[in-house]
């Protein structure tokens, strides 16, 4: 139940969750689960199939590709939306740059999620397509 309280919390104050109502943040917050990596461990793989959504708890995570550092996620930044959305291998490395944290979620969840709430939806389609263009996190 503590787990569940503070991804709840951490969501809130994610800014694609802030107008969400407290019941649909506790019932997303039961969908997710907390995944542990070290430094140098892939989140998600380039050219691979990708079947999840994350968002950074804790600890940072680098874009990489082609071995060109892309971006750098801290918490609250997510990825892995793109390859969910267009149904197609991840155009990015995403590894972990020191220890750290990840709230995941899977395919059929995340595509639950973003049909939840418009705006939410939108704003992440929005960014998938910005980051596509830019060869952006997967």
């Known amino acids: 139940i503590r787990e569940i309280v503070q991804i709840s ?7 694609l969750f802030s107008d969400w109502h407290q019941n649909a943040l506790v019932t997303l917050a039961h969908k997710f689960s907390l995944v542990e990596l070290l430094a140098g461990q892939r989140v998600i793989e380039k050219d691979q199939r990708n079947e999840n959504f994350y968002i950074v708890y804790e ?6 590709k082609d071995d060109v550092e892309l971006a ?8 892995g ?3 969910l ?10 590894v972990a740059a020191s220890y750290g944290k990840c709230l995941k979620l899977d395919k059929q969840d995340f595509l ?3 049909s939840h709430d418009f705006l939410t939806g939108l704003t992440i389609e929005t960014t998938a ?9 997967a």
């Open 9 to 15: 919390a951490f969501l809130k104050r994610n800014q």
């Open 81 to 83: 939306e793109i390859s």
């Open 85 to 94: 959305l267009s149904d197609a291998p991840a155009n990015a490395d995403v």
């Open 112 to 114: 639950k999620f973003v």
């Open 129 to 137: 397509a910005s980051r596509a263009k830019a060869g952006g996190p």
């Open 59 to 64: 600890g940072r995570f680098k874009v990489v």
């Open 72 to 79: 750098t996620l801290g918490p609250g930044k997510f990825c």
